[in-house]
């Protein structure tokens, strides 16, 4: 394994464990990743939300790095093939992602766009953006 390689995992997992804190603190019960083995996708978290209604969650970001979360086309195309395939489950929890940066513009942004407004994504949050952060108690 590169050095690269090693860094994007050790802060994915840092990532990870940043948004494990962030949903406890606003009242979700987390249950852990769940293998969706129908449809071949792993959630990152499966949560109860203080409103008593069951979330996954996918978390794609970092700390580091010139394209972190979801500026890289292929990983904003890994998140939004995982919420189509998750739209073959009938009656399936809002699937959200959470992620440290999100793309302005760009290809990257009409993905995210159209994976909304097709219903394969309930929510794209920013975990650094308070203003976004407020969305999470409407789950």
Request: proline fraction near 5%; aromatic fraction near 8%; charge should be negative.
């Amino acid at each position: 394994m590169t050095n690269f390689q090693a860094s994007a995992g050790i802060q994915g997992r840092q990532f990870a464990e940043q948004c494990n804190q962030l949903l406890a603190s606003y009242g979700f019960v987390l249950h852990g990743s769940v293998d969706i083995a129908p449809v071949g996708v792993e959630i990152d978290q499966e949560a109860l939300s203080p409103n008593g209604n069951r979330v996954w969650f996918e978390y794609k970001g970092s700390i580091q790095g010139n394209r972190p979360g979801l500026m890289r086309t292929d990983t904003v195309k890994k998140a939004v093939a995982n919420g189509a395939l998750l739209a073959a489950i009938e009656n399936h929890p809002p699937y959200v992602i959470l992620t440290s940066h999100l793309p302005s513009a760009g290809s990257g942004l009409a993905m995210l766009d159209t994976a909304r407004n097709l219903g394969y994504v309930a929510d794209v949050v920013c975990v650094y953006d308070p203003a976004q952060l407020v969305r999470l108690k409407e789950l």
